[in-house]
């Protein structure tokens, strides 16, 4: 798909989504980068924030574990400069049943909608080239700290949270929820490793 269709915003990305067709059943993650585009940052860290923060599919066994793989090998290679994302095909080709993802888009719908109506292109420097840079190293952290999530409850949905914003940041040019995704990574951070030690 070309990156000029690619979705703007929260509920353009969810009924990109929705409008994939799923005769088996079953959702291809492949088929779910081709409608947001494979290219862009900021959708790819909408979807994998979307389905940290939503427990009908995050929920799923191994999920979180891709979702963080995807976030994870998508901020190395955009602080390495890279211009297109790479991601192993066993990524790719992993399926999700195609009605626990119409369940989980469908509970977005109405906060999609308010959110939508908040974005503004706003505090540009914040997403910006040295504000994308903050942004990955920020992810990098977040993907990191998601193996102990599994012992700190809630605290992947304050990271899925975190991500979310982040994507939707970069998706509007709105360097003001960038501040606010840095302020909740911090508050990631802090829950999960103050649990720890």
Do not use: Y
């Not at 990955?136 to 914003?165: D, H, K, R, W």
Request: aromatic content about 8%; some cysteine.
């Amino acid at each position: 798909m070309e990156e000029s269709s690619e979705p703007h915003n929260l509920e353009e990305m969810i009924q990109a989504i929705e409008d994939i067709e799923t005769p088996s059943s079953r959702i291809r993650f492949d088929e779910v980068l081709e409608v947001i585009g494979r290219r862009s940052f900021g959708p790819l860290l909408l979807l994998a924030g979307l389905i940290t923060l939503m427990p009908v599919i995050s929920g799923i066994p191994g999920v979180p574990v891709i979702m963080a793989l995807l976030t994870f090998l998508v901020s190395i290679q955009l602080l390495l400069g890279r211009k297109t994302f790479w991601l192993p095909a066993w990524v790719r080709n992993r399926t999700l049943p195609s009605g626990k993802v119409h369940k989980g888009l469908s509970w977005m719908r109405t906060p999609a909608r308010w959110v939508d109506r908040l974005l503004r292109h706003r505090f540009g420097f914040m997403t910006g080239r040295r504000g994308m840079q903050v942004t990955a190293v920020a992810c990098v952290l977040i993907t990191l700290s998601m193996p102990p999530m599994e012992f700190v409850p809630f605290s992947a949905n304050i990271a899925g949270a975190a991500l979310t914003l982040f994507g939707l940041a970069i998706m509007a040019r709105d360097g003001l929820l960038t501040m606010l995704a840095l302020l909740l990574t911090a508050v990631t951070l802090w829950v999960v490793f103050s649990n720890l030690l």
